[in-house]
């Protein structure tokens, strides 16, 4: 094993001198790797993730990854299904099954912030069928869903822009070659871009959040003074399939479903800790402040969004039909029955960017996702080489080839094809969750069993095991109930819809497949909890921790603006 060590003059020099000569190089690991100017541990093995990102890059990354299309248009189709107090509460109530997700997420990674990511926690604390059949149906999720967000920017810019004019397939070119340079230029490079991008989608939603709170207390150009106006007429409820109080509640029911995919993505934050500074501070903070970026992201701009527009409206009605353009969001609908123009132009263009982000993330994870499979021996061993600045070269080029499937969508008869793809591999991101839950029970029972206790703990989920067990009965139950709309059908609703009954279920058979599959042909065993592996790579990664704490408390420079930054911006950035 390398060991870190400092090759500085006497032992009395001065912070600022140590800084200067750390600068020429003088913080090592060894022959193997070495600590940059940066902090971060470079390898020189070609087998290692390079740790640059920074706490900012990573808690930008963890809000972008929450906030997306699913929340400023999705949010539209739910309302006009399900009424104001059914979004209401569902994505309330969805957004603390994330959290509790989140938690015990954080647990495990603050405590062994490695590269292979959740699918790795799942392979040393539960069976290695589990960490196989993860981290292929996350691989799964990302590969076609890393196209499908190229193919809604393309549409997006049919806003200005008509087919007829120009052929969608050029614009996702463009936007494939650009994600495939920007992840190749190295995690720095991502990490930085992603954090402006992400801090434009924070402003676009905090606007959207204070714009509608204006329109509700009649700010508006029509001074129309909504308040709670709709939940009354017409009604905070719509049923939905059925009638009376069943149809309310099956509208409720598809609104949770709904919510549940607005929220896929928030995990992407595990798949990070293998690139993350310092990950046991950057990771908890993360992960603790998610609850209130829910809160305030999510459940304020639904419950303001639920005063501005009636679930009847006609313009909502249009935007349900209207794709991944502007007009497709209730936000502009609200916009325009306030009385204001010209609005939906920006709020497009910003909408463009939600989507060119996510998909340059999406390329990202799925990268990250195969490398790790690779790093457990899941996949062949090439997927694991890294270049000199530790991007996984060929895992990002093997990543890339699938993005191709976007200009599938160019045709009419794909994008059929490709909408069954899509709605067959949606079923993975609960089934990743899913696999989390279960995962930290047997963390927790494990750990237990071998005498750790929370003391000893980074970072402690606060609903503990039992929070795991709830979240998983609801994660299950929202699987099994995801296209529930095909055993309710009826005369008025045409006949068994089997097209979407087996790509919306057939996730699941694949998912349970892979797991005994994988154990029939290595003979696995589940991983005993007085036997499951804590230390493994633990002490080259408290290395790297102890060589960039060592690099901060060096070059750590104190102002006045650091204070008000913590105290009142940074729990929202």
Known sequence: MAIFK????????????????????????????????????????????????????????????????????GTGAALAKAGPGSILISYTLVGLLVYIVMCGLGE????????????????????????????????????IITPNQLTAAALVIQYWRSPD????????AIFLVTIIAINYFGVRFFGEFEFWLSSIKVIVIVGL?????????????????????????????????AKG??????????????????????????????????????????IKLTFYRILFFYCLSVFFLSMLVPYNSKDLAFANK???????????????????????????????????????SDLYIASRTIYGLAEQGHAPRILAWTDKRGVPVVALGVSSLFALLAFMNVTDDSKVVFGYFVNL??????????????????????????????DQMPYVAPFGITGSYIGLFFCCLIALTKNFNVFTYDKSY???DYKNFITGYLGIPLYLIMIFGFKAYHRTKGVRPGEADFYTGKDEIDREEEAFLAHKAATQKQNSGNWFYRTFVAWLF
């Open 6 to 73: 400092r090759n500085s003059g006497s032992s009395g020099e001065s912070p600022r001198e140590a800084d200067q000569e750390y600068g020429k190089t003088e913080y090592q690991t060894g022959e193997a790797s070495v600590v940059a100017p940066d902090g971060t541990v470079h390898h020189a093995d070609h087998s290692h993730l390079h740790r640059g990102l920074k706490s900012r890059h990573i808690t930008m990354i963890a809000i972008g990854g929450a906030i997306g299309t699913g929340l400023i248009i």
């Open 108 to 143: 495990m990674a603050a405590w062994l912030p490695h590269a292979s990511g959740f699918a790795g926690y799942a392979t040393r604390f539960v069976d290695p069928a589990l960490g196989f059949a993860l981290g292929y149906t996350y691989w799964f999720k990302y590969i």
């Open 165 to 172: 004019e120009i052929n969608p397939g050029v614009f996702i």
């Open 209 to 241: 959040i204070i714009l509608s709170f204006v329109l509700v207390l009649g700010g508006g150009p029509n001074h129309d003074r909504t308040g709670f106006r709709y939940y009354n007429d017409p009604g905070a409820f719509k049923p939905y399939i």
């Open 245 to 286: 109080d069943a149809g309310k509640f099956l509208g409720f029911w598809s609104s949770m479903i709904t919510a549940v995919f607005a929220y896929l993505g928030t995990e992407l934050v595990g798949v990070t800790v293998g690139e993350a500074q310092n990950p046991r501070k950057t990771i908890p903070r993360a």
């Open 322 to 360: 209207a794709g991944t353009k502007a007009s497709a969001s209730p936000f502009v609908v609200a916009i325009k029955i306030a009385g204001i123009k010209k609005l939906d132009a920006i709020l497009n263009g910003c909408i463009l960017i939600f989507t060119f982000s996510a998909s340059n």
């Open 425 to 454: 591999v949606t079923i993975f991101g609960l089934l990743t969750w899913i696999s989390i839950l279960v995962t930290h029970i047997y963390f927790i029972k494990a750990r237990r069993a071998q005498g750790i206790t929370n």
């Open 494 to 496: 045409g006949n068994f």
